[in-house]
C-alpha cells in the first residue's frame, strides 16, 4: 500500500530558541515574544517536579512571572486520554496523536500567551519525552520531527539523565510500576520487571541520541536535590542575566 | 491545531480498525470523505498545508478518489431548503469572521472549496457535478468507479434499481 503523500523532510534547520522548529502556526506569529521556555526533561523518578518546584519558588523571589506546564496536563484533553488509556484500544499512532493534541492545545492556551506576557514557561517533560516514546515505538522519526513542526523551541532544555538501575530503584521505592511506564502495551513480555527495565532502557537510549540534535544540557540526575538544583539555578541564572542585559541594552 | 489533530487521531483510529483490515481482505471501502476533507478544511483555518499533508502522510492512497463540487451558493440553498441548522464548526464559526451563522458559512466554505480546487490538481482527483440532479450524478459515478474496477455498468441496471 502506498501511502498519501510523499514526505520530503527537509535539511535540518538550525534550531532557533523561542521560534517554531517547522512552519509552526500561521495564524499564530510568535516573533520578539519576550518570554523564555525552560524544559525539565528526564524518564520517571529523576525528580524532575521537585527540581520545578524549587526553581519557580527562586525565580518568582526574583520577580520572575512563572507558569507550569506538563504533558497531558490539558484541559481539552487529559479526560480523554485518561479514557482512552484505561480502553486498550490505542495503538501506536492514536497514542502519538493524542499526545499531540495535548500539546497543541497547551501550546495556545498557556504557552504562548504566557510568552506574549513576558513569563517563564517551566515545562515538566517537553515535546522529547513524546519523541522518545513515539521512537521505542518504532514510529517514524522525520515524521514526528514534523509533526511537531508547530512546537517552538526552548530557551533551555535540561535532560535529567539517569541510569536504569537507579531508575528502577527510585520507581520501585516511590509509586511503583505502571503499565504504560513499563510498555506493557509493547508486549515485551508478561513480567513487569523486565518489560519495565527493557522499556526504560530503550527510552534512555532515544533521549540520548536526541541530545546533540535538540541541544539538551545534560545534569546528572543521581547527585543529591541541592546539587542538581544549584546547577539548574547557576545555568538559568546566567542565561536571564544575559538576555535581561541584551533587551535592556536594545 | 487542536481542531486538526483530534480528526487526524479519529482517522488514524478508523484507518487501523477500519480501513486496513478489509483492504488487507481484498474488500472494497467506500470512505465518506477521507483525509482531502482535512487537507482542505485544516487550510481554510489557517494551518500550514505541508504540514497537514504530512501528518497525514500515514494514511493509504486511495485507488480513486471523487470530489462531488457544487458552488458555494447551492450547497447553502440546499441546506437552507432542508432548514438545518448550520454546525459551530461546519459554519467555521469558530473563526470569528461573523457572527450570522449563513454568512459564516458562506466565507468559511468558500474558503474550503478553494482549497478543494487545489487538491483536485494536486492529487488528481476526479471531479463529479453535483449540481445535476442524483440519478445523473449516480450515472457519472459509475461510469468513473466501474472504468477504475474494469467492472460492466449499464444505464439500465440503475434505471432498474431507481425504479
Known amino acids: 500500500m502506498n501511502s498519501l503523500t510523499n514526505s520530503s523532510p527537509d535539511a535540518q534547520n538550525t534550531i532557533r530558541p523561542g521560534n517554531y522548529y517547522g512552519n509552526g502556526i500561521p495564524y499564530l506569529p510568535i516573533d520578539g515574544y519576550p518570554g523564555k521556555i525552560i524544559a525539565i526533561e528526564g524518564t520517571d523518578g529523576v525528580g524532575r517536579s521537585t527540581q520545578i518546584r524549587l526553581l519557580r519558588e527562586w525565580l518568582e523571589i526574583q520577580g520572575y512571572g512563572v507558569i507550569e506546564t506538563g504533558w497531558t496536563r490539558s484541559e481539552l484533553m487529559q479526560p480523554t486520554i485518561e479514557l482512552a488509556k484505561a480502553s486498550n484500544t490505542l495503538n501506536k499512532l492514536t497514542f502519538v496523536l493524542l499526545y499531540a493534541t495535548d500539546f497543541a492545545d497547551r501550546l495556545e492556551k498557556e504557552i504562548i500567551p504566557a510568552l506574549k506576557a513576558g513569563f517563564i514557561v517551566l515545562s515538566d517533560r517537553y515535546i522529547f519525552t513524546a519523541m522518545a516514546r513515539a521512537g521505542v515505538r518504532g514510529v517514524d522519526r522525520t515524521w514526528m520531527r514534523n509533526l511537531y513542526g508547530f512546537a517552538i523551541a526552548p530557551h533551555l532544555v535540561f535532560y535529567l539523565k539517569i541510569d536504569e538501575k537507579t531508575l528502577i530503584r527510585r520507581v520501585l521505592q516511590s509509586r511503583g510500576m505502571d503499565f504504560w511506564e513499563s510498555g506493557m502495551d509493547m508486549k515485551l513480555g508478561d513480567d513487569i520487571y523486565e518489560s519495565f527495565r527493557a522499556y526504560q532502557r530503550s527510552l534512555l537510549r532515544e533521549y540520548t541520541s536526541m541530545a546533540d540534535e535538540f541541544g539538551f544540557r545534560v545534569l546528572d540526575a543521581r547527585r543529591k536535590v541541592e546539587v542538581i538544583q544549584d546547577e539548574l539555578r547557576r545555568q538559568i541564572g546566567a542565561f536571564l542575566a544575559e538576555s535581561d542585559a541584551a533587551t535592556s541594552t536594545a | ?163
Open chain 2, 1 to 163: 491545531m487542536t481542531f486538526s489533530l483530534l480528526h487526524a487521531t479519529d482517522f488514524a483510529d478508523r484507518l487501523l480498525y477500519n480501513i486496513v483490515p478489509p483492504l488487507k481482505a481484498g474488500m472494497i471501502v467506500l470512505a465518506d470523505r477521507y483525509a482531502y476533507t482535512a487537507f482542505a478544511r485544516d487550510a481554510a483555518r489557517g494551518v500550514d498545508r505541508r504540514w497537514v499533508r504530512e501528518l497525514y502522510s500515514f494514511a493509504v492512497k486511495p485507488d480513486i478518489a471523487v470530489y462531488f463540487r457544487v458552488p458555494i451558493e447551492v450547497s447553502t440553498d440546499r441546506l437552507m431548503a432542508r432548514r438545518v441548522k448550520l454546525k459551530f464548526y461546519e459554519a467555521g464559526l469558530d473563526m470569528g469572521w461573523s457572527n450570522n451563522a449563513i454568512e459564516s458559512f458562506r466565507i468559511f466554505q468558500g474558503k474550503v472549496l478553494d482549497e478543494y480546487d487545489r487538491l483536485v490538481e494536486e492529487f488528481g482527483l476526479s471531479v463529479v457535478n453535483a449540481v445535476g440532479s442524483i440519478t445523473e450524478q449516480q450515472r457519472t459515478f459509475r461510469k468513473l468507479i466501474s472504468q477504475h474496477l474494469e467492472i460492466e455498468d449499464t444505464d439500465e441496471q440503475l434505471d432498474e434499481q431507481l425504479a
